[in-house]
């Protein structure tokens, strides 16, 4: 069992899949396409935890949430947060218009199909081209407004998607703003070390993405992969997911870590731009979605990051003599640029003192 982080990234080398959309309701054996367990040992029957650990669940009503919070995303880089605020109705309606973008017929789906080189609609996971084999999930992705793609999807019915949808991203940003706060209070930061959050603190030019995935019931759940192994290109991730396990944190020494769906919580994931923010105090979180052979699981990531043309490099603060930055500065585009090139190296490929060809492992992360 790979219990190491460094065991689980291997470089992957990049592979062009035919653009494949696969109508998963029609299938019933597993297609050799999307078979991974024959190719590496990084496939979910191989790899369960066999240690009791759980992800902290810290209740943001408490007293002492910023100091779990601190300790949180030292030893683990995922929590989940209880009391957050954010409407359990809108919770439920955002993944019911989920469900029911998933639920249209193939044909419907396509004419909101993402454009090669595109960032909004539907498709496959992104990183898909890093893996061997493909993943069992599709994806929706919306920056910006719905409503091009909303009327593509619905032509006759898409207010009710169009309203819910910015619901959800108001009070996502809402949340996120807050969680920077108690991570970076969690670090000694305040407002005044942190221009960019703009006079008020609030982040208002903070740029988010939000991405709707579905994990279909799978007829062979062992072999397949619902969405490989990777970090958050994010600051942080607000993650939701619906009453289906499936969500998995490898955690250093310990192997990989279910994350169950608690009722009314939303799952925190820390992305690889807060650990350049952090001069590596606090690490992105390698994760992946495992599927099952009866129920559809449906998620909604929330990806917050910067503005977008804001350099990003670790806070003056967090960086001195005896801990010089590991990381040069770098905008978010930048970054999703490289990490669209290089994967999961895209962190060591910002690092000051890279290895010769100017590229390190991304395990070789600071421990
Ligand atoms: O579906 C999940 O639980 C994970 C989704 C995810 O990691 C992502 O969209 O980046
Ligand atoms: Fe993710």
Request: proline residues 7%; aromatic residues 8%; positive net charge.
């Amino acid at each position: 069992m790979p219990s190491r982080i460094s065991d689980v990234f291997r470089a992957h080398p990049v592979h062009l899949h035919q653009k494949q959309y696969l109508d998963f309701n029609s299938v019933k054996e597993l297609p050799e396409s999307y078979a991974w367990a024959k190719f590496n040992n990084d496939y979910p029957s191989s790899v369960a935890s066999s240690k009791e650990e759980s992800v902290p669940v810290i209740d943001l009503h408490h007293p002492n949430a910023l100091t779990v919070m601190g300790h949180a995303c030292r030893t683990w880089g995922v929590f989940q947060v209880i009391n957050h605020g954010v409407p359990e109705d809108i919770l439920h309606q955002s993944l019911r218009e989920g469900k029911n973008l998933f639920s249209l017929p193939m044909q419907q789906k396509l004419k909101a199909a993402r454009s090669p080189g595109g960032i909004s609609g539907y498709g496959v996971a992104r990183i898909a081209p890093f893996f061997e084999k493909l993943m069992w999930s599709e994806g929706f992705t919306i920056v910006g407004s719905p409503l091009e793609h909303a009327q593509q999807l619905w032509p006759h019915d898409y207010t009710g998607f169009c309203d819910v949808i910015r619901e959800y991203k108001k009070e996502m940003k809402k949340l996120a703003g807050r969680l920077m706060w108690l991570v970076l209070g969690s670090l000694g930061i305040s407002k005044e070390d942190l221009k960019w959050a703009g006079p008020r603190g609030d982040f208002s030019g903070a740029a988010a993405a939000l991405q709707l995935n579905s994990y279909p019931a799978c007829p062979d759940p062992d072999r397949a992969m619902g969405l490989g192994v990777h970090t958050d290109s994010t600051l942080l991730t607000i993650l939701l997911q619906n009453n289906t396990s499936g969500l998995q944190v490898l955690k250093e020494g310990s192997g990989w870590i279910n994350v169950p769906p608690i009722p009314g919580a939303l799952v925190i994931n820390l992305g690889d731009m807060l650990q350049i923010l952090s001069n590596g105090l606090y690490q992105s979180v390698p994760h992946r979605a495992v599927v099952n052979r009866t129920q559809q699981r449906l998620s909604i990531a929330y990806l917050y990051g910067p503005p977008d043309s804001v350099l990003i490099s670790p806070i003056p603060k967090l960086v001195g003599p005896a801990c010089p930055p590991i990381y040069r500065s770098v905008t978010w585009t930048e970054y999703l640029q490289r990490k669209a090139k290089y994967f999961n190296r895209g962190l060591s490929s910002v690092r000051i003192h890279a290895t010769k060809n100017g590229l390190q492992d991304v395990n070789d992360k600071i421990v």
